[in-house]
C-alpha cells in the first residue's frame, strides 16, 4: 500500500508540472485589436478577434520556403509540405489527414519563396480548435517523413507543376524570372524542377524538416470566432515543450536592377488568348510603394481607368488588366491589354506603352476615388477571418514579423499627394523597367493528331506498395456529432424564422425581409424577375444577356461614372445577371448608407438610357472574345460532352453555348431589340425581393410598395426546366491543340431532383465518392495512388423544380493518360457497388455536411442566399430541417442501396480531349 502510495504521490507530482512548467505566452505587440504573443521556445501567435464570426481561420506559417532549397534540390520544401499530410509519431497515416477532415471546414497548404503556410478553417468550438492545434504541435515536431509516400508525391508535385505550366501567362512568369535571376533565387520555381524532385533522398527532407520547422522559426495566426484565454492555454500546452532549434540565416536574394537584364522580350504561344503584356520590374523600394499600389486602379478601373478610356473604349482592345506585386524583394507592376484576331497587334502594343509612359497625370478626383475604393476593401478584409488572417501572415512574412505594416500601409495611402503619385509612377514606368510579354494562341502544328508512344516503365507508386489497410475506425464519435449538428441547426432555423418577415405587394410580387446584423454591417439585396416563354423568348438569348449588362451602365439621369462614384461611395455595389428567363440584380452597401444606395439603383434600373455607345461597345467586345479558337483540352471536352447531350433546337434558351450560334446571334441583335424586351418583359410582377441587414422593416416595407407595387406582367411566364434524359453509355476520345494536361468530364443522368426521397442518400454518396481531394475515394485512386491528376472535381446537381439530376467528374490529367483516367473512375464507381459505402465513411460523411449545413446557417449572408429559392417554392427555414433529419437517419443499407439504384454505368458518359484524340464534327 506505501509503494503504491508513493507512486500515486509521484504521478501527480508529474501531472502537476506538466501544467505549470511552462511560462505564460508574452504579449509584444497590440494594434488595432490585434495581439502577438510569444512564448519562451520563440513561437509566435498573433490573435484577431472577430465575434461576428461564424468560422476560425488558422494559419501555421513556418519563414522557409524554396529560397532555402539545398543546391540542386530545388522543390525540396514543397515537397515536404505535400508529405507533412501523413502522419506523425503520435496520428500515424491516414489518420492524421482524417482528423483534418473531421475536424476543418477546409484545410490546405502551400509553398512560397519564403514561406510555408498550413491554414485551416473551423468551427469555432473549443474541441475542435484545441484538436487542430494539437494537430499542428504534432506536424511541427513530431512528424514521420516516410520513404515509401515519396515516389507518388514526386508524382503528384509534378502534376502540379505541369498545371502550372498549362498557364500561359505563368510560363511568361517563370522565363522572365529566369531572365531576371537565372536558375536560382526567385527564377527557380518553388514547386521544384522532376530532375532536381528525383534525386532528392530521406536524409535531405529529414534535415530541413529538423531545421526549418522550428518554434522560433513560425507563427500561428487565428482569426475569428474564439476564447483568447483558452487558446492561449492550448497553444502554451502544446507548442511549449517543443524546444527552441539554432535556425540558419534566411537565404538572401541578390538586389535587383532590371535594367541589366539582357532578355526583356517574351513570347508565348499556348491556349487561345491573344495579349499584350508589359511587366515593370526593379528591386524593392520601400518608398514608393504605396504610389505603385494605385496604379491597376488608375489604370484599368471601369470608367475611369485611363488605359480603359483609351483602348478599350476606343476599340483598340477588348479589356485591360493590371495588378501589382510588391514583395520583400521587388516591385512589380503588371500592365497588359486582351485583344482578338480583328485588332491590330501594333497598335495594341504601342497604345499600352504610350498610354502608361506617356500618359497625362492623373487628378484630384481619381486619386480621391482609388483612396475610398481602397478603403472600402481594407474594411472587408477586417469583416472577413480569412481574408484578414491571410494578409497578416503575408505582410508577417514579407516584412520578418512586423504584420502591423499593413495598417502603416493603408495609412499612408490616405496620406499620399496627388503630386508623389504622379511623380512616382512617371518615374518608375518607364522603359529601362519595362519587360514585354506576348501571348499568342498555340501555333497550328500543334493542333494536329499525334500518335501515343507506348508508355515508359511507370514510377512505382503507393497503389504498388505493399500497404496494410488501416482499421475501420469508431464511427460512434462521428454520430455523436450528426446529433449535435441536427439538434443546433433546428435551433438556428427556428430563431432565425421569427425574425423574418415574408410576404406579397398587392400585385404578387413576393418579400422577405430579413433585418438583422450582419458580420460585415453591410445590407444586401437580391430582385429576381421572371418573364417570358420558350417561344416569346426564342433567339433572344443574346439579346437578354446584352440587356442585363446595359441595365447597370447609365440611365437617362445618371451616367456610368456617377454609377460607379455611388457605388464607392456606398461602399458596395450593384450587378445584374440573365439567367434563362430570368434577372437577377443583387444590390449590396453598408448599412447606413443602404437605403439611399438601394433607391439610387432603383431609380437607375426604372430609365436605363441602354446608350448607343455602350451597346455597340459591349457587342463589339462580345464578338471580339467569340473570334478566337476553340481549341484547349477543357474546351474542346465541354463543348463536345454538351453537343452529346443536347436535346433542345438551337435558338432555345435552353440550347448549350455554340460560338457561331453566338456569333451569329449578336450580330443580329440591335439596340432597338435591347429596349423592345426591357419594356416588354422588365416590370413583370412575376418577382421576388430579399433583403437582409441592418434596417427597419415597417421603412423597407414601403419603400418595396411604392418602388414595385405598380409592376405588372405584360406576357405570360413559363418556367424553363430540363427535362431528364436517359443517354447510352459512351467515350468519346476528341482532339485538342497539344498540352501539358488532358481534360476529362464525364456525366450521368438520374431522375433525382433536389426534393425526391433519395436525395440525401445520393448527398452523402458523392460526398464520399470526391468531396476531398486527398482521402475521397477518387482522391484515393486517382491521386494518391496513381497520380494522374493533380486536382479534380465531383459534384451532384439537382434540379430544383423537377426530378433531373446529374453526377458530374472532371479531370485535368498529364496527356497521354486518357485511358488510366477512365479505368480509375469505372474503378472506383464498380468498387462502391460493389462493396457499397463503410460505417465509418458513412458517419463521416454525414457529420460534415452537416457541419457544413449548420455552418452556413450562422452567417446571415448565406441566408439570404438561401431566401429567394424559398419565395420560389412558398417556403420558410423550417423545411430545412427535413432535410437535417433525413441526412442524419441514413443508413449504410440506404446508400448501398441508392448507388446500386442509380449509378449505371450503362448510361455513363465520358469526354477526353488532349492531342492523342481524334477530331470532333
Known amino acids: ?24 505566452p508574452i504579449l509584444v505587440k497590440s494594434q488595432q485589436k490585434i495581439e502577438e504573443y510569444k512564448l519562451e521556445n520563440g513561437f509566435r501567435v498573433i490573435l484577431a478577434q472577430n465575434d461576428k464570426e461564424n468560422k476560425v481561420f488558422m494559419n501555421t506559417v513556418y519563414l522557409t520556403g524554396s529560397l532555402n532549397d539545398p543546391q540542386g534540390k530545388g522543390g525540396l520544401a514543397h515537397l515536404l509540405e505535400h508529405l507533412a499530410f501523413k502522419g506523425t509519431q503520435n496520428i500515424q497515416g491516414e489518420e492524421f489527414q482524417r482528423r483534418l477532415d473531421q475536424y476543418t471546414l477546409m484545410t490546405n497548404a502551400s509553398t512560397d519563396y519564403y514561406s510555408t503556410k498550413y491554414t485551416n478553417v473551423i468551427r469555432p468550438e473549443q474541441n475542435v480548435i484545441n484538436e487542430v492545434i494539437h494537430l499542428e504541435a504534432e506536424r511541427m515536431d513530431k512528424l514521420v517523413l516516410q520513404e515509401k509516400f515519396v515516389p507518388s508525391e514526386i508524382s503528384i508535385v509534378k502534376r502540379e507543376r505541369e498545371v502550372r505550366m498549362d498557364q500561359p501567362f505563368s510560363v511568361m512568369m517563370d522565363q522572365m524570372w529566369k531572365s531576371a535571376y537565372g536558375n536560382q533565387y526567385l527564377g527557380r520555381l518553388p514547386i521544384g524542377d522532376l530532375n532536381e524532385l528525383q534525386s532528392i533522398k530521406m536524409d535531405e527532407l529529414n534535415k530541413f524538416y529538423r531545421t526549418w520547422y522550428a518554434p522560433n522559426n513560425a507563427v500561428m495566426v487565428i482569426s475569428g470566432k474564439f476564447d483568447k484565454a483558452e487558446v492561449l492555454k492550448q497553444i502554451d500546452q502544446n507548442f511549449s515543450p517543443i524546444a527552441a532549434r539554432q535556425v540558419p540565416a534566411q537565404t538572401k536574394v541578390p538586389v535587383l536592377d532590371s535594367s541589366k537584364m ?34 491597376p486602379y488608375l489604370y484599368t478601373m471601369q470608367p475611369s481607368g485611363h488605359l480603359y478610356q ?39 502594343e504601342s497604345a499600352l506603352i504610350s498610354g502608361v509612359e506617356k500618359n497625362q497625370p492623373f487628378n484630384e478626383t481619381e486619386l480621391n476615388r482609388v483612396k475610398n475604393l481602397i478603403q472600402n476593401q481594407s474594411d472587408s478584409v477586417l469583416s472577413n477571418a480569412a481574408a484578414l488572417g491571410g494578409r497578416l501572415s503575408d505582410y508577417y512574412v514579407s516584412y520578418q514579423g512586423d504584420w502591423s505594416q499593413y495598417f502603416t500601409d493603408l495609412e499612408n495611402v490616405k ?3 496627388l503630386a508623389d503619385v504622379n511623380q512616382t509612377l512617371t518615374q518608375f514606368l518607364v522603359p529601362q523597367h519595362r519587360i514585354s510579354g506576348d501571348i499568342q494562341p498555340t501555333p497550328e502544328e500543334q493542333k494536329k493528331a499525334l500518335k501515343q508512344k507506348q508508355a515508359a516503365e511507370p514510377t512505382k507508386t503507393l497503389a504498388q506498395t505493399d500497404i496494410q489497410e488501416e482499421p475501420l475506425k469508431d464511427s460512434r464519435v462521428y454520430q455523436q456529432e450528426v446529433a449535435n449538428y441536427v439538434k443546433a441547426s433546428k435551433q438556428y432555423l427556428v430563431n432565425t424564422e421569427k425574425k423574418i418577415q415574408r410576404g406579397t405587394l398587392k400585385n404578387g410580387i413576393s418579400y422577405a425581409l430579413y433585418p438583422t446584423s450582419t458580420r460585415d454591417d453591410k445590407t444586401y439585396a437580391t430582385i429576381s424577375i421572371d418573364f417570358g416563354t420558350e417561344k416569346s423568348l426564342f433567339n433572344q438569348g443574346e439579346v437578354l444577356d446584352l440587356m442585363a449588362y446595359l441595365l447597370l451602365r447609365g440611365s437617362d439621369q445618371y451616367s456610368l461614372q456617377d454609377i460607379a462614384d455611388k457605388s464607392i461611395e456606398a461602399g458596395g455595389g450593384a450587378a445584374a445577371n440573365a439567367s434563362g428567363n430570368s434577372i437577377t440584380i443583387q444590390i449590396v452597401a453598408k448599412k447606413e448608407k443602404f437605403e439611399d444606395y438601394f433607391k439610387f439603383i432603383l ?237 465509418q465513411e458513412l458517419e463521416a460523411a454525414k457529420a460534415n455536411i452537416l457541419k457544413k449545413r449548420v455552418t452556413a446557417l450562422e452567417d446571415e449572408r448565406n441566408i439570404h442566399r438561401m431566401l429567394m429559392p424559398q419565395l420560389e417554392h412558398h417556403r420558410d427555414l423550417l423545411f430545412r430541417e427535413k432535410r437535417d433529419q433525413a441526412l442524419a437517419k441514413l443508413t449504410k443499407a440506404d446508400v448501398d442501396a441508392v448507388i446500386k439504384k442509380y449509378i449505371k454505368l450503362d448510361q455513363f458518359v465520358e469526354v477526353m480531349a488532349d492531342q492523342y484524340g481524334k477530331a470532333q464534327k
Open 1 to 24: 500500500m506505501l509503494m503504491r502510495f508513493k507512486q500515486l504521490t509521484i504521478s501527480l507530482l508529474l501531472v502537476g508540472l506538466s501544467a505549470t512548467a511552462w511560462s505564460q
Open 262 to 295: 539582357k532578355q526583356r522580350n517574351f513570347l508565348v504561344q499556348k491556349g487561345s488568348d491573344l495579349a499584350k503584356f508589359n511587366i515593370y520590374l526593379n528591386g524593392k523600394n520601400e518608398k514608393i510603394k504605396s504610389e505603385l499600389a494605385l496604379a
Open 310 to 348: 483609351s483602348i478599350v473604349e476606343t476599340g483598340l482592345s477588348t479589356a485591360v488588366q493590371s495588378t501589382t506585386w510588391l514583395d520583400q524583394d521587388f516591385n512589380l507592376v503588371f500592365i497588359g491589354a486582351i485583344y482578338a484576331p480583328n485588332h491590330d497587334a501594333k497598335k495594341v
Open 415 to 417: 496620406k499620399l499627394k
Open 603 to 839: 431609380d437607375v434600373l426604372k430609365k436605363p438610357k441602354f446608350e448607343q455607345s455602350q451597346f455597340d461597345l459591349i457587342k463589339s467586345q462580345s464578338l471580339s472574345a467569340l473570334d478566337r479558337p476553340y481549341t484547349e483540352p477543357e474546351t474542346v471536352a465541354a463543348l463536345t460532352m454538351t453537343r452529346l447531350l443536347e436535346t433542345y433546337q438551337p435558338g432555345d434558351l435552353r440550347y448549350h453555348f455554340e460560338p457561331d450560334l453566338a456569333k451569329q446571334q449578336i450580330k443580329a441583335a440591335t439596340v432597338e431589340q435591347v429596349k423592345t424586351l426591357y419594356q416588354n418583359f422588365f416590370v413583370s410582377n412575376h418577382a421576388q425581393i430579399a433583403i437582409t441587414g441592418d434596417y427597419q422593416a415597417k421603412t423597407m416595407l414601403k419603400i418595396l410598395q411604392k418602388e414595385f407595387g405598380s409592376w405588372k406582367v405584360q406576357l405570360p411566364y413559363q418556367r424553363l426546366s430540363s427535362d431528364y434524359q436517359v443517354y447510352p453509355a459512351q467515350k468519346v476520345h476528341a482532339l485538342s491543340e497539344q498540352r501539358e494536361f488532358g481534360n476529362y468530364q464525364s456525366i450521368l443522368t438520374f431522375p433525382v431532383g433536389a426534393d425526391h426521397p433519395d436525395t440525401p442518400a445520393l448527398m452523402v454518396f458523392s460526398y464520399i465518392l470526391g468531396d476531398s481531394q486527398l482521402s475521397s475515394h477518387l482522391a484515393q485512386e486517382l491521386r494518391e495512388k496513381n497520380a494522374l491528376v493533380y486536382g479534380f472535381g465531383s459534384s451532384l446537381d439537382l434540379d430544383d423544380w423537377i426530378d433531373s439530376g446529374a453526377l458530374t467528374i472532371e479531370a485535368n490529367y498529364t496527356a497521354g493518360k486518357s485511358a488510366q483516367v477512365s479505368q480509375s473512375v469505372h474503378k472506383v464507381l464498380n468498387n462502391l457497388l460493389s462493396k457499397g459505402v463503410t460505417e
